[in-house]
């Protein structure tokens, strides 16, 4: 990383013999350890360096970076918090971390790394930038809610990850369309899981799509890569394991050093904007969704409520997105 020299991320680090005299952790994990103040804890996912009075080697950094093992591994010290002088380039690696959808921890500068790739902090904006968002490709879909509709796949020259977006009934000037804003959950959407509601809203978008299209207008499902409000599967899973040590859904994500929210809401808007959409009703309970996309362009007519029966597996993430989040839920 330029102004760091080499990082070599913990979790998926193919040279086994590395090790170091200092690790790059959250600060969230550094308050765990008791090695920072609460002014370096206010904001959970900044980078903090740590030293220990041994090198690490792979397996000790592990265990100082997975807070999911901390119950089945009492944690060695001591470490102790030193300043970072290249306080950038430290951001732009966690921030990659989270795109990885890996631990955000590193080893700075080991003894037998292997090869390194440069990258510096301006590569990470280029890579996020919304304006570099195509559509790849567009074919017929007929779904089980309404079989005219069409799906519009979108890609970035170098990012793997293809958003989509469903688009139910005709496309036409006129009325503005009922958009879902849909963020990827494997467990909800495909699995059936009841610890959150994305799977009925799903559903329920659909076919209220189905029914504005029924009715001469359309619906645009925007179906969007970033599981786990942008932090990934395995991620999720291990904010799961929290949640299950009694961690609420902002705290779990935060305790793993990760953002709360790292939604990208901008490319939404450019994938609007590429459909020739500037005007929609939005179904969702979330109002910093609306000013999101307000913010990169589009003009919500209408937030239309989206709120689904709980269950009692997803009562407390309901009740925390209510409490904590600002969503407008009963
Ligand atoms: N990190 C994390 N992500 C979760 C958890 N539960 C659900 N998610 C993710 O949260 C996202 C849900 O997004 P949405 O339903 O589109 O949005 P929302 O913010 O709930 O707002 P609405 O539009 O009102 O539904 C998906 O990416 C899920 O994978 C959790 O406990 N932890
Ligand atoms: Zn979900």
């Known amino acids: 990383?330029?102004?760091?020299?080499?990082?070599l991320p913990i979790e998926t680090a193919m040279a086994r013999e590395a090790t170091c005299g200092h690790?790059?952790?959250?600060?969230?994990?550094?308050?765990?350890?008791?090695?920072?103040?609460?002014?370096?804890?206010a904001v959970p996912h900044a980078p903090v360096m740590i030293r220990g009075a041994e090198p690490?080697?792979?397996?000790?950094?592990v265990a100082v970076a997975d807070p999911a093992l901390d119950l089945a591994n009492p944690l060695k010290g001591p470490f102790k918090a030193e300043p970072i002088a290249w306080q950038e380039a430290a951001e732009a690696a966690m921030e990659l971390a989270r795109i990885a959808g890996i631990l955000p921890a590193f080893m700075i500068a080991p003894d037998h790394a292997g090869e390194a790739q440069p990258v510096s902090p301006g590569d990470l904006a280029q890579w996020s930038d919304p304006d570099r968002l195509r559509i790849a490709t567009r074919a017929k879909l007929p779904v089980t809610a309404d079989d005219d509709s069409?799906?519009?796949?979108?890609?970035?020259?170098?990012?793997?990850?293809?958003?989509?977006a469903l688009v139910i009934g005709r496309q036409m000037g006129g009325k503005a369309p009922l958009v879902r804003l849909h963020s990827e959950c494997l467990t909800g959407d495909i699995l059936g899981s009841l610890k959150c509601d994305c799977g009925p809203q799903l559903d329920a978008a659909l076919a209220a799509m189905a029914e504005e299209a029924a009715q001469g207008g359309y619906g645009v499902l925007l179906y969007m890569r970033q599981e786990g409000r942008g932090i990934g599967l395995i991620n999720k899973m291990r904010a799961y394991r929290l949640q299950d040590q009694g961690f609420d859904t902002i705290e779990a994500?935060?305790?793993?050093g990760l953002p709360d929210e790292a939604r990208d809401?901008?490319?939404?808007?450019?994938?609007?904007?590429?459909?020739?959409?500037?005007?929609?009703?939005l179904l969702t309970n979330n109002t910093k969704k609306v000013v999101a996309l307000e913010t990169h362009g589009i003009s919500i007519r209408e937030r239309v409520a989206h709120e689904l029966p709980s269950n009692p597996h997803n009562r407390r993430y309901l009740a925390t997105k209510r409490d904590r989040a600002g969503h407008l839920l009963t």
């Open 1 to 7: 990383m330029e102004g760091a020299g080499i990082l």
């Open 265 to 281: 809401f901008a490319t939404a808007a450019r994938m609007l904007d590429l459909l020739g959409i500037g005007e929609i009703r």
């Open 23 to 41: 690790l790059l952790i959250s600060a969230a994990r550094a308050t765990t350890l008791k090695l920072a103040n609460q002014r370096d804890a």
């Open 56 to 61: 690490f080697d792979l397996d000790l950094a």
């Open 150 to 164: 069409e799906l519009v796949v979108f890609r970035k020259p170098d990012d793997m990850r293809e958003h989509c």
């Open 253 to 256: 994500n935060e305790r793993l």
